[in-house]
Nanobody, 128 residues
Framework: QVQLGESGGGLVQPGGSLRLSCVASGFTADYYTIGWFRQAPGKEREAVSFISTSYGATYYADSVKGRFTISRDRFINTIYLQMDSLKPEDTAVYYC?????????????????????WGQGTQVTVSS
């Protein structure tokens, strides 16, 4: 059974940093796309950043480019989202999600239905 477990959220001041972690367990496939969505109050869930475990390609939403960095430690099946220069508009619940077909990055689309597995989410609040 595939499970995704997020951690690392919290309250931070504007301009500060946080690092989110997502531990993936139970995958039978060697290759998949994994990353982060976020959902702010009253808004739709949106794609933030993803990485392919097969060829290491990454994706960043325009709103986070240059501020967020996604990385992976394959030995412990964990991905990270380093978030720097945080802004109040980054406030949201951040969800880890995985596409077992590893096609999202190739297609360049990140719709919710493309992702088979989801974590419970971790709250990030950016406020002074």
């Amino acid at each position: 059974q595939v499970q995704l477990g997020e951690s690392g959220g919290g309250l931070v001041q504007p301009g500060g940093s946080l690092r989110l972690s997502c531990v993936a367990s139970g995958f039978t496939a060697d290759y998949y796309t994994i990353g982060w969505f976020r959902q702010a109050p009253g808004k739709e869930r949106e794609a933030v950043s993803f990485i392919s475990t097969s060829y290491g390609a990454t994706y960043y939403a325009d709103s986070v480019k240059g501020r967020f960095t996604i990385s992976r430690d394959r030995f412990i099946n964990t991905i990270y989202l380093q978030m720097d220069s945080l802004k109040p508009e980054d406030t949201a619940v951040y969800y880890c999600a995985a596409d077992r077909t590893d096609t999202a990055l190739q297609l360049g689309t990140f719709e919710l239905w493309q992702f088979d597995y989801w974590g419970q989410g971790t709250q990030v609040t950016v406020s002074s």
